[in-house]
Every structure is written in C-alpha cells, then in structure tokens.
C-alpha cells in the first residue's frame, strides 16, 4: 500500500492540506509542496454524567462511541443506548445515556490514539471475564492471503497521509463488509464494532483483519464482540497472544506476501484439499 496525493476521488473527512518543504536527491535545497497529514483531536463523550476524552480521526464518530460503550462493557447491546446526540455547539462533542446508569467500568486517564486501555484499574479481571469464544468459523489459507489486496482500495486515509490504521470484517469467502479507519488502532476497531452493532450485523462468524500489530486491547474487543479470529500484517505481543489462547481466539500475525503465522487455534484455518 503506497501513498497517493494525486488520488482523483474527492479527500476524505480526516485529513488536512499543509505545507512542506521537502528534500530528495534531485531536490538537495528543497521544494515547497502541498501534503496530506491525518487529523487527530480529542472527543469529549459525556455518558451519564461521566466524561471520557477520546484522541481521534474526525468520521464515524456514532460507530466510534457505540464501539467504545459496547468494547469498555458500559452497554451489552446497542439497544442499551437510549441517547445518542451529536452536540450542535461543537463537532467534537457527543452525549449518549444508558438504560442501566449504575455503577460502570472507570478509567482513570485520557484515551489516547496509541493506547485503548491505559487506565484501566481492573484490566486483568476485564480480560478474565470475558469468557472463550466459540465461533466455528473457518477460513481456508488462500482466502486469508487474498484480504490484505481486499482492503487495499478501501484506504483513502492511509493513501492520502500514510498516517492511518484499519480494522476491517470479512467473511469464511473472503469478502470485506467494511473498513474503518482512524490514527489509532484501537479508535479503528471500535468505529468497526459500533459500525456493526448498529446495523445488527453479528460477528460471531466472521474474521477481523487489522492494518498493525496486535496487542492486548484489540483481542479483548474481539472478545467482546465474540469475534472469533484476529488476523494482522504486524507482530502480537505476548500479552495478546496469551489471551487469544487463553479466550479460544485464533491469533495470525505477519500477514503479507502469502505468508502467515499462526500462533493459537489452528483449527479455524482450513487445510489445502488436494
């Protein structure tokens, strides 16, 4: 996936024209030019009376909050939502209420765009309860090889700025129902999750593909939207790779170039019939 600045479709919500200079070997003094950089700004989300600071790209900002509500466990479904209200006064402002305004997991710290659960008082215990996930899905290898070139013309954030994540859903044939995007991954995949929650979509039987590596934070959302394989083109770390073991998850990193690496619940990847 390259950057294309000369891209004819119109430019996405969530990205700015700024000037640079830049310097290549033809160009030793510099030349000004015009280039696209992502935008990241903090979404205050109010539910029932607690305020929560979110850094984010601007776009899908409903899918955003019911993802997050939904991932943090505030909501169990999106029927739990009674109030959802952009506020007219600012852009960067969303009020939801709740049926059940009890007592509600806390963070103690802002929500950056590098970090979903920086704050979490009871992350393990969160992780614990999240229950194995038993999805039978299964998806042949040669399926997995072809979502990464799926995804690729659904990216105009990263083609124009090169600064994006995805998260994207797709079935046991391969096909990718949707992406999302965002400066941090974890923003991406909750805007996925409330993208679907919204439109009753179940998850269950489907597979998450993510544009990064895959840490801790993203295999428990997948947990909690009951998704039961997690494919990346980057890394896992120990923490995500424990869980997804630990939750009945299958974890795929590397995945690039008709290569994959598999590290827990092999079963759900389909041999080759000969």
């Known amino acids: 996936m390259t950057r294309n600045s000369e891209n004819a479709l119109p430019p996405p919500a969530g990205m700015r024209e700024t000037e640079i200079v830049q310097f290549d070997r033809d160009h030793p003094n510099g030349q000004k030019r015009s280039d696209a950089v992502i935008v990241e700004r903090p979404l205050s989300i109010e539910v029932d009376n607690t305020t929560y600071t979110i850094l984010r790209t601007p776009g899908a900002d409903r899918e955003l909050v019911a993802g997050f509500l939904f991932t943090e466990g505030l909501i169990v479904t999106p029927d ?7 506020c007219p006064d600012s852009p960067d402002a969303i009020a939801v209420k709740t049926r059940d305004a009890g007592d509600k997991p806390r963070r103690s710290l802002t929500i950056t765009s590098s970090c979903g659960l920086c704050g979490r008082e009871d992350m393990r215990t969160m992780v614990a309860a999240l229950g194995r996930v038993a999805g039978a899905l299964s998806v042949p290898l040669a399926v997995l090889y072809r979502v990464p070139a799926a995804l690729r013309g659904s990216q105009p954030l990263f083609d124009l700025t090169g600064g994006a994540h995805a998260a994207a859903l797709f079935d ?3 096909n990718v129902l949707c992406v999302k995007e ?16 919204l439109r009753k979509i179940a998850m269950s039987e489907l597979g998450l593909f993510l544009s990064g590596r895959t840490s801790l934070e993203m295999i428990a959302k997948a947990a909690r939207a009951r998704i039961p394989l997690v494919a990346a083109v980057g890394a896992p770390t120990t923490a995500a790779l424990e869980a997804a073991d630990q939750l009945g998850i299958t974890l795929c ?16 990847i389909a041999e080759k019939k000969s």
């Open 80 to 86: 739990d939502i009674q109030m959802l209200r952009e």
């Open 253 to 268: 990193g590397f995945l690039r170039d008709q290569r994959i690496s598999v590290y827990s619940h092999r079963w759900r």
């Open 172 to 174: 046991a044939s391969g």
């Open 182 to 197: 965002d400066v941090g991954r974890h923003n991406a995949l909750d805007k996925l999750i409330g993208h679907a929650l």
